[in-house]
């Protein structure tokens, strides 16, 4: 993503996609973002803005869920396999618990109900601009934050890898030691400053069915099989120029590997249904987390595949072999995740720094992370220091090392099923994210006399950011001081 300059409220310059068949609503929020320093282009349906995306990269794109040709809760997905790094926001007419809680938990970066206020809308564009500022960061040289020996050797290999743009790179490394980031940091040196930016499309091989598997990496034509009724763009069309990344490739079934090597031999291939050869002309990047010479003793992955594969391959290192980056690397996520929450970064304490140095990490990177990003949303309005959730390590698998004794750590928080001390019960399907945020807006709520200003200010979140949760959870609604104007009714 190119920054063309920042404002005050944040991030300016970027590139928004509106999908949504009512072209007067799409007008009227297009002035928002405008006024917000975006760019915006419009799309009535999902074939409009599938062809538009095959052009134009985009930082932000508001969805809408139902339309003509399909739903905004299917295309999700797929949408944000082909713009990893794009901000989405949905907004529908129609809205269910189940279908937010799902597409939250896939990634998707805010929910909005119609009905909208403009205030609400312009809250959820500037805490999308400060997450993309979080992505902006996380595709460049810094995201791999630590001094040690072994992340050196690491990031050289990756920009050696990256000079020679249309050889094979494989990325091995632990569950969570970050295959995806590297990916994309390959992608960045490779297209270098081509604008438009040339795709990046990453495929989690064992997500796909084995008898999609085809139809999804080559695409489709009308007809090619039932239910096939338009033409359907492959996941190799959509990354030309750019970059594929096979996440998990050991999950390929072995009676697919032989498609997936012929391809990697020749840059070639056809869609299902069509006689029309194309050539691909871009990076493949694979991913895995087993030893794929000892899958292929045990006759799981083929041997040519592996060599066709391995012409540069990194290894990432695990957490636990480069404990001397812990310190620097929470505080950069620490940093990334007051920015995505817009909460006054708090500081992490010696102790706690220490435990966590004496710890395995079988979750590397990712696993820190999301005890930071726990944390934090534990954490009361005002603290300066983080108290980090301890306890919750506490049952995470180990390597060998011990942590603190059981007698060191806090009660363990509420399931998802027990009584926060206002009494109102957490409902049931919340991730553990939205579980700790329902927990703390249901306590501030009761301290505030069920005043929403009064309760957001102890929360940290606007007022306005606020009443949109409660039209989520509207139990914890009490009381109110004012009804915003509202558009899109």
């Not at 569950?175 to 390959?186: E, S």
């Not at 064992?206 to 008898?211: G, L, N």
């Not at 070639?268 to 006689?275: K, P, Q, V």
Request: glycine fraction near 8%; aromatic fraction near 6%; charged fraction near 20%.
């Amino acid at each position: 993503m190119m920054m063309n300059g920042a404002n005050g409220s944040g991030r300016s310059g970027f590139q928004c996609l509106i999908i949504d068949d009512d072209t007067a609503f799409a007008v009227m929020i297009s002035r928002l973002i405008r006024a917000e320093g975006g760019d915006c282009c419009l799309a009535g349906d999902l074939a409009s803005a599938q062809q538009i995306l095959t052009t134009r990269s985009f930082d932000l794109v508001l969805l809408d869920n139902y339309l003509p040709d399909g739903t905004g809760y299917e295309y999700h997905s797929r949408l944000a396999q082909k713009c990893p790094n794009t901000v989405i926001i949905m907004i529908t007419g129609a809205p269910q618990l189940s279908e937010a809680v799902a597409l939250t938990r896939n990634g998707l970066f805010d929910y909005l109900s119609k009905p909208i206020t403009a205030d609400q809308l312009t809250a959820s564009l500037r805490r999308a601009k400060q997450r993309m500022l979080t992505v902006d960061r996380a595709v460049d040289g810094s995201a791999f934050v630590g001094a040690s020996s072994a992340m050196r050797h690491a990031v050289h290999q990756l920009e050696q890898a990256g000079r020679h743009a249309e050889a094979p790179v494989l990325l091995l490394g632990e569950t969570g030691t970050g295959k995806d980031l590297a990916a994309r940091y390959l992608h960045r040196i490779s297209v270098g400053k081509l604008q438009p930016e040339p795709g990046y499309v990453a495929l989690n091989c064992p997500a796909v069915p084995s008898d999609m598997f085809e139809a999804e990496l080559f695409g489709s034509e009308k007809g090619a099989y039932t239910g096939a009724d338009r033409r359907r763009t492959g996941l190799v069309e959509a990354a030309e120029g750019g970059t594929l990344f096979l996440d998990e490739v050991a999950e390929i079934p072995l009676a697919l590997q032989a498609k997936l090597l012929r391809f990697l031999e020749s840059h070639e291939y056809r869609s299902l249904g069509s006689t029309n050869t194309r050539r691909f002309n871009g990076r493949v990047v694979a991913a895995t987390n087993r030893d794929l010479r000892q899958e292929v003793a045990q006759g799981r992955f083929r041997a040519d595949l592996l060599f066709r594969l391995d012409v540069f391959s990194v290894r990432l290192p695990p957490l636990r072999e480069r404990i001397e980056d812990l310190q620097p690397l929470a505080e950069a996520l620490l940093t990334g995740l007051s920015e995505k929450y817009i909460r006054v970064r708090p500081n992490l304490r010696a102790a706690d720094l220490a435990a966590l140095q004496s710890y395995s990490f079988p979750g590397n990177v990712r696993e820190l992370r999301n005890l930071l990003e726990r944390s934090l949303l534990r954490l009361v309005p005002g603290e300066h220091w983080l108290p980090l959730d301890l306890a919750w390590l506490q049952s995470a698998p180990t390597t060998g090392y011990s942590l603190l004794p059981a007698s060191s750590f806090p009660p363990p928080r509420p399931s998802s099923m027990e009584t926060v001390p206002t009494g109102v019960v957490i409902p049931s399907g919340l991730s553990p994210i939205e579980q700790q945020e329902y927990q703390l807006i249901a306590r501030a709520l009761e301290q505030s006399d069920g005043s929403i200003r009064k309760a957001a200010s102890r929360v940290g979140l606007s007022h306005q950011t606020l009443l949109r949760r409660l039209q989520r959870w509207p139990e914890l609604r009490k009381s109110s001081d004012s009804e915003p104007q509202q558009i899109g009714a």
